[in-house]
């Protein structure tokens, strides 16, 4: 599966999911702007991946903020987007509920992301999906610029609340 700018836009009005289910938050918290691939087998452990991109521009809010005459994107905001497209992939299997950040194993940050920059990419490679009590997806996740790894997520934990 695929998802165009105006599909991720969708999902961050709510509904693209049903009503009451997952959804990417809008506006300046959106950290993808397209989903290259969605699949429910391969990855790392053959139980899914999920592969988006986020434009680099010079006119994010974030740069302007941190840091001040040394701007960088916050690697918070990367690896909140590794736990936004959790959820969407939990919202594409069909699970029921809110999406919620439950977590996350190591992190490692190993290069930053600057305002020249054009791109970077995500890739998600899900460890697990729990269906009962509630969905939770259990996934590593890393952040790629100029197709190196600079960030890297284990165990991240999306659960859908009711």
């Known amino acids: 599966m695929q998802f165009s700018h105006s599909d991720i836009l969708a999902m961050s009005e709510g509904g693209f999911f049903g009503e009451g289910n997952a ?26 991946f999920l592969s988006a991109q986020l434009a680099i521009r010079p006119d994010h809010w974030f740069f302007a903020c941190h ?7 916050p690697g918070c905001l990367g690896l909140d987007a590794l736990w936004q497209l959790l959820g969407v992939f939990l919202g594409c299997s069909g699970l029921p509920g809110k999406g919620r950040a ?19 990419e995500y890739h998600i490679h899900v460890k697990r999906i729990i269906k009962k009590p509630l ?10 610029l100029n197709d190196k790894v600079i960030y890297e997520a284990k ?7 009711r």
Do not use: C, E, W
């Open 23 to 48: 959804q990417l938050p809008s506006d300046l918290m959106l950290m993808v702007d397209h989903i290259d691939q969605l699949g429910f087998t391969g990855g790392h452990y053959g139980r899914g």
């Open 102 to 120: 439950l977590g996350v194993g190591n992190v490692r940050f190993s290069g930053q992301i600057y305002p020249d920059d054009s791109r970077i």
């Open 135 to 144: 969905g939770m997806g259990i996934a590593d996740g890393f952040v790629l």
């Open 67 to 73: 840091f001040k005459g040394d701007p960088v994107m």
């Open 155 to 161: 165990d991240l934990k999306v659960g859908l609340i």
